[in-house]
C-alpha cells in the first residue's frame, strides 16, 4: 500500500483534504481505492455547489461496490476534477495527485479530522 | 407426490447421513407455538384433472366476438416463431444472467432488445424492461426527480389514466407535487403544458398518440423543459412509433411505452413489459437491468450486466430502484416480435390500422349523432361522441356479440358520451362493417 | 455471434402485412412523422428462428443443468403448467373486459378468487392482492400499506428496521416508499432480539415496523421470533414477511398464525413458475386484518349467487400498484401448481428441499468452511471457500462442470460466501455429483489455484471484462 502523504488531512470514511490559502482540495485515499477496486465511476457535485462537513457529496462505484463520498470539510466547490467523467481509473492509479475529486473554498475549520500515522492506525483496525 | 424424486430408502439413506432419525427433526428450529396446523387445503390432484378445471374456467371467459376495445392494450397477431423461440427451455427456465459465462443467450438477446427499443425511440440507451408502461412512468418520473433534484412533476391529462392513477399510489409518501394539465376534448392542451413547466419542475410527462388516439409533435414543449433545466419524458405506443415523429426527433429526454403490443398476448393484464429509453448522459440514473457489452480474457466478444452498482443488491436503500426480476421473457418476445416484423411488417401494420380506423370513423359518423370528439389528427384509435351514454351502448353492443371500444365517461369526468375505439390487424372491414350496423340499431 | 442485427439484408422479409392502407404520408401531416423508418432487423424467418435458437443454446437452465443458486429456488417448473397459462380463453382476454361487463370475464375472476383463498390458507392472512409484478414490487406494496396503516392512525412514522443480512431490495423498496432504513446487525447468524428491542426503544414512535426473511438469508431458522415479534407489538409497528424464503416452510409454519401482519411471495419461486431468464414473476402481498382496508384497487369478491365481481370502492385503499390484476399469466402457473400439488404435497415440498438442502451441508462439512454447522439449515445454506481459495473461482469452476454457480458474495456478512440451494426437485444422485465436483475444485484450489483462476474455458466466452463494459458503455449496437 502507498504511504499516505503527510501534508494531508483525512477522514474515517476515508478522504483526505489538502489545506491552503482558505481552500481545500479533497480526494479519496488509497485505502479507499484498494478496497473498492477497479472504479467505474466518479459521481462529484458541481462547481457552486455547497459541501458540508460529515455530510455526503457524491459518490465513486466499482464493478462490485458503490460507495458515498463523505465531505472531510465545509465550503463552496471552486472546481471539479472533469477528467474523471471519461478516465474514473485514475482515482485508482493516482488517488492523491491526477485522482483529485473537488477544490473547494472552505467556510469553516476542519474539525474530526486525522494526520497521517494517525489516519494509518485507524486503516489497521478496517483490515 | 409429483417433482419429488426420492424413493423411501434414500430418504432414509440421507437422514442417516445429517444423522437424524425423521425430516420432522429438521424442522426443530420452528418456535413450538409457531408451528402450522395441518393445511386446510384440497388434496393434490392429476395434471388432467387440473388442467379440465382451468380449460372450463379459461372457456367462461368471452373472448371470440369482435371487439374494438384497446385503451392502451391491444390486441395484435402474434407471430408463432414467437411462441416456438420464447418457449424453448434454455430461455424460459434461466435465471437473470449473473453467471455471463452460462448465459450469452440472455444478456445478448437483451443487448439486441435495447438495441432494438433505442432505435424504435431514437435515444441513444434502453434498458432489460421494468415490469409496465406504468411502472416505466414512475420510475422515468423517479429518474427525473433524482436528475433535477427537484420534486413537482407536470403531467398531461390525455397521459393513460391507469397510470396515472399508479404515479399516484407510487409517490403518495414521496413528498413529490404532481401538477396534472387537463385535456381539452381529447386533445392535449399544449398551451397550458409550456405554462405549467417551469424552472420548479423536474419533469414534463405526455403521451403519443395519447389516451385518446390523437397524434401530436410535442417538441416546443420539450424545447421549453430543457430551457428551465427539467426533463421531457414522452410514453409512445410501439407500433404506430414505427411510422410517427420519434421522441428523439422531439427532443425527448426519456421515453417509456408498454410493451405488450410487441408480441405479448394480452392475458386479462399480464404479464406485459414496461420500455425505458433515455439520452446516453441519464443513463446512471437509469433502474433496472443493463447488458452491455464487452471482451473475454481471449478477446472474445461477450456480453455482462454493467452498471450494477446503481442497482439494489449493490446500492440497497440508494438504488436507482428496488426492481430485481423484471420482464426478460417479455422482453425476448418483444425483440422476436419485433424482428420478425422487421421495420416494413411494423409499419404496413400501423398503415393497415390507422387506415382501418378512418374507415370506421367514416362508417360511424354517418350515424345519426355520432361524430368525432374533435378534429385532431388521430392514429388507430379514436374518440367518438355518441348521442347516449358509452357506457349504455357499449352493454347493449356487448349482448350482441360487439364489443365496440371503451366508455371514456370511466375514467374522464364529462366524456359519459364519448367512446374509445380501436382498431388493429385482427379487426376487418367486415368487422366494421357490422359494427356499424349493430350501432345503427341501437342509436 | 454476431448480433441479428449484423444479419439483416435490406429488403428481406420474414412478415408479410396483406393490406391495401395507403401510406402513412398519406393519412398524417409530414410534421407528425418519422424521417426514417427504424433500424429493426430485415430476415426472413429462417434467419430468426436459426439465430435465436443458437443464442439459446449459449444458456444454462434448468431443463438441463442443476442451478443451486441460493435465494432463487430453481426448482423444476412443470410442463403442463405452460399448457394452462395459453389456453386462448385466458390468453386473448383483454383486461378491460372484467370492468365493462364482469359476466364476460366470470372464469379469469375465478381464478384470481381461488387462488387468493389457497393462499390465505397456506400463509395464515387474511386477504391476498394478486398486483404486485414482483417480488420486490410486493415489498413496496407491503411497505406502502403498512405507511397507510400508520397514517390512517393519524402517525408520521418513517423508520424501517432491516436486518444487515436482508436482501438487497428490502432497503430499497422500503426507501422507494419514503421510509428511511435502520439496519440491525445479526448476531449468531440471526436478528438479534436485543437490536430489535433496542431500536424500538431508541426509535419508538417513529418505527413503522420490521422486515424479516425467515428463514433468513443464511438459511437459519429464526428461533428468537416471539420476542421479536413481541417487541414490535409493544409499539404497534408492524412485521413484515419476506416470502423469497417461502419454499422452506411450506404447512411447517403459517406466517399469519406467527405474528406476521404482510407478506409477499414470489410465486416464480415457491410455486415453480419460471425464471424467464430473469423474470416475469409474481408477488402477491397478503395480509393481516388491520391492513385489509388499505389492499390496492380493485379487489375481487364472490358474491351470494355464486358469481364474481370485481371491487373498486375502498375509502382507505393505497390505490393502484399495476394497471389491473398483476402478472396473470404467472398467477394462472402458480394456481395450477398449487391444485396439482395440494395441502400435502406443498408440506412435501418444503420437506424436501430442507431435506435437500441439509443432505448436501453435511456431505459438503469436509469440503468447505459452513459456519453455523451445528444446526439444521432450511432449505438453503451458506459456506466460505476454503484455504484462501475465492468463491468465484470455485463458482467459475462448476459452470466448466455444467453445474451452474450457487449465489456468490451473499449475504455480505458471510467471508468468501457461497450459498447453494438444491431443492427438492433435485435427486440424491445430483446432489451425490455436486459433491463430488466441489470437492474436485476444492483439491485442484489447493494444489494448483491458477487452474481455476482460468476457468471457465469451455464455454461459450470465458471471464469477461466488466470493469471496461462499466467505463466504457456500449449498451446498444449503436454506441462503440
Known sequence: MSVNPADLLYSKTHEWVRIEDGEGVVGITAFAQESLGDITYVELPSVGDT??????????????AASDLISPVSGEVVAVNESLENAPEVCNSDPYGQGWLVRVRLTGKAENLMDAAAYEAHCATER | MPYIPHTPDEVQEMLAVIGVRSVEDLFADIPANMRSRQLDLPKGRSESAVCAHLEQLAAQNRVDGISFLGAGYYAHDIPKAVDALAGRSEFYTAYTPYQAECSQGTLQAIFEFQTAVSRLVELDCANASVYDGGTALFEAAMMAVRIAKRRTLVVDEAVNPFWRAMLATYTANLDIEIRTVGQRDGVSDKDALMAAVDEHCAAVIVQNPNFFGVVDDYSPIFERARGCKALGIISVYPVLQSVLKTPGEMGADVAVAEGQSLGQPLSFGGPYLGLMACR?????????????????????TGYVLTLQAREQHIRRAKATSNICSNQALCALRALLHMALLGPEGLMRTAENNMALTRYAVKRLTALPGVSLCNSAPYGSEVALRLPLPAATLVQAAMAQGVLPGYPLGKTYAGMEHVLLLSCTEVNDHGQVDRLAETLGGLL | MNTIFAASVPGRRAWTVNSQAPRATDMLPAGLLRANPPRLPQCSELDVVRHYTRLSQMNYHVDANFYPLGSCTMKYN??????????PGFARLHPLLAQLDGRAAQGALHVLYE?????????????????????????????TLMAAYHKAKGRQRNIMLIPDAAHGTNPASASLAGFTVVNLESRDGMVNPEAVAKAVQEHGEQVAGLMMTCPNTLGLMETQLPRIVEALRAVDALLYYDGANMNAIMGKMRVGDAGFDVVHLNVHKTFGTPHGGGGPGAGPVGVSEKLLPFLPLPRVRRMEDGTFA???????SVGHIGPFYGSFGVIIKAL??????????????????VLNANYLKKRLEDVLEIPFKERHCAHEFVASAPDGLRALDIAKALLERGIHAPTVYFPLIVHECLMPEPTETESKQTLDSFVQAMRDIVDTGRTNPEALHEAPTRLPVRRLDETSAARHMVLTEDMS
Do not use: W
Open chain 3, 78 to 87: 412443470p410442463k403442463f403448467m405452460e399448457y394452462v397459462a395459453q389456453l
Open chain 3, 115 to 143: 387462488i387468493e383463498q389457497l393462499l390465505c390458507e397456506l400463509t395464515g392472512m387474511k386477504a391476498f392482492t394478486l398486483q404486485p409484478m414482483a417480488g420486490a414490487n410486493g415489498e413496496f406494496t407491503g411497505v
Open chain 2, 280 to 300: 446516453k448522459e441519464h443513463v446512471r440514473q437509469f433502474p433496472g437491468r443493463i447488458v452491455g457489452r464487452s471482451t473475454d480474457v481471449e478477446g472474445k
Open chain 3, 336 to 353: 395450477a401448481y398449487i391444485l396439482r400439488l395440494g395441502g400435502e404435497g406443498l408440506t412435501r415440498a418444503s420437506e424436501h428441499a
Open chain 1, 51 to 64: 459541501l458540508e462537513a460529515e455530510k455526503e457529496f457524491g459518490s465513486v462505484e466499482s464493478v462490485k
Open chain 3, 310 to 316: 370485481l371491487i373498486e370502492d375502498a375509502p382507505q
